[in-house]
């Protein structure tokens, strides 16, 4: 810890300004990395993967220092598109616009933001619904095994892509969070501060089971056809089922009670069939279904794959072996009724840092509304998220000398930068 | 408000500890002891608001139980431990201050002394539960569920093994005591530093 951080505590502490906004239209970008064979990028199960194309968005502008930069990870089902709009009147913000835009708690008027989709994902990057170069076909359940330090090495690339030497943070929540731990222990040199959210450093039992559970509906779909179903039908149904039974897991007993009860739908009395007759049985159809319409399953079975591989005592002696080497500042936050990753499993983590004497901070956010409470509990993170990046700016600079013309970092504009200079957000 | 307390704390903790402050409130001692003796602290503390505040000020805090607080370490982790004005706020006292000496080299205790003649008399004279600035209060809202008095915690020190390496005394959170002929007596608070005796060789 330097001296001097503590200067302006009463401007950072607890509340955001009053003048919050959307980060505005933004536009996916995509690009293409580990072009040449020698520069493929070699995954954790060995085999060499590249070139490949990740999705990615930015918000804000990042600054001549290039000392601004924000990670965001998203989870099993996220896309680049973590804030803002695609067009003009469109209505579907990105999946965390609660918390980035002008003055938010990513204030993108401060920070430059990144969310790419993941490696084996399906929403612009490089996945099993792609073509594989070789055979000029879709790779389906050819494609390689993707684990979270392959997406995190993916992204690493993109980071030299945009010239960023060293992130102000990562964050993520679920498997964003283990993705952020990821960057943090494999990357200590390339990450400042660390926010992981609900989440574990190894994907618990019952975590996997729930996976399992959801690959089985899957592959157990016929059309599915062995991963080959491209051009033909998806095995929606299976792809359904998978994400009724992730959806459960992202709720709580208390939210479930409080959203349907055991309320019927539309009807006075029970059907005496078996078509859906509980308001509960109707909203999982409908998150089923018109998950198909946006998710491929082959990524499906791949990203959970990716999750339940994580763990990050594996190969090392213990949890606190494997955070000896990590250098950034963590916080780390649990939500109470988050039943799939229990606070107990984020303490796990704040143990192993605090054991040696790491900077940690656990906060443990009161909810109702289980996993999914990193989705929503905005006014909850949103002070603690703030202040914890604040704070961390002030003991920050990006590259290893100290800059000499870092003058203007909080109002600098990167105009004579060349790459990543390309401000895609309007707000 | 200059917190003596807090100076008298301050002055047992040497310059570059590892420091555990359990109950650290929103950091302001810990705060202090990073910029003015250069430590690598570490907080606990339960209140939501006092957690965003310490991760405001750039510190390291665990929000949660103090009694949990302190299993994540080994035996010696810390050099100093402080325990300040919270003892009285504890489930289970006696075993936080075990846990404190087993963690750290330097336990640091500070607490309303309930034997302070004023309240005493508040109790003798009122027959009420006594409130005071130290005691603020009353008995149905109270949080200090696990009050003692300066010989109390001489004993259990005695009880449990401890070296009490200093004991200080306030009339108040601003003026210091420095030497009271009966502190049971006449002392407000007290501040005990105490330590695993050393072996018998």
Known sequence: MSAGIDKQIGDVAGTIGGDTGSAG????????????????????????LGPFTLAYETYGTLSPQRDNAILVCHALSGDAHVAGFHAQGDTRAGWWDMLIGPGKA?????????????????????????TDPATGTKWGTRFPMITIADMVNAQVLLLDHLGIPKLLAVIGGSMGGMQALQWAVAHPERVHLC???????????????????????????PNWNGGDYYGKKAPAKGLAVARMVGHITYLSDDAMKEKFGRRLRDIGDYSFTFSADFEVESYLRHQGLAFTDRFDANSYLYITRAIDYFDLENGRRSLIDAFR?????????????????????????????????KHVSYYEVESAYGHDAFLLEREKMEGIISAFLASGARTFTASPRPQTEATGAATGRATAEPSPTTREAQA | MQRVDYTLIEDMVPEGATVLDLGCGDGELLDRLVHDKNVRGSGVEISQEAVRACVARGLSVFHGDLDEGLADYEDGSFDVVILSFSLQQLRRPRFVVREMVRVGRL?????????????????????????????????YDTPNIHLCTIRDFRDLCRREGLAIE???YLRSFEEPAPALRFPNLSARIALFAVARAAPAS
């Open chain 1, 25 to 48: 239209v933004v536009k996916t970008r995509r690009v293409t990395l580990a072009k040449l064979p020698q520069a493929s990028l070699r995954l954790e199960s060995g085999r060499e």
């Open chain 1, 106 to 130: 990513l204030d993108t008027d401060k920070y430059f933001v990144i969310c790419s989709n993941v490696l084996g994902g399906c929403s612009g990057s490089t996945g099993p619904a792609s």
């Open chain 1, 195 to 221: 926010i992981a959210m609900a989440c574990a450093a190894r994907q618990p039992t019952q975590a996997i089971a729930f996976n399992e559970v959801g690959r089985q509906a899957i592959m157990a779909d």
């Open chain 1, 325 to 357: 080497g990590v250098r950034s500042r963590f916080l780390v936050m649990a939500f109470s009724s988050d039943w799939l990753h229990p606070p107990y499993q984020l303490k796990e983590i704040v143990g192993a840092l605090r054991a040696t004497h």
């Open chain 2, 107 to 139: 336990a640091l205790v500070s607490f309303p002394n309930f034997a302070h003649w004023r309240v005493r008399g508040q109790l003798l004279v009122t027959g009420r539960m006594p409130v005071s600035k130290e005691l603020p209060y009353e008995w």
């Open chain 2, 166 to 168: 200093r004991e200080l």
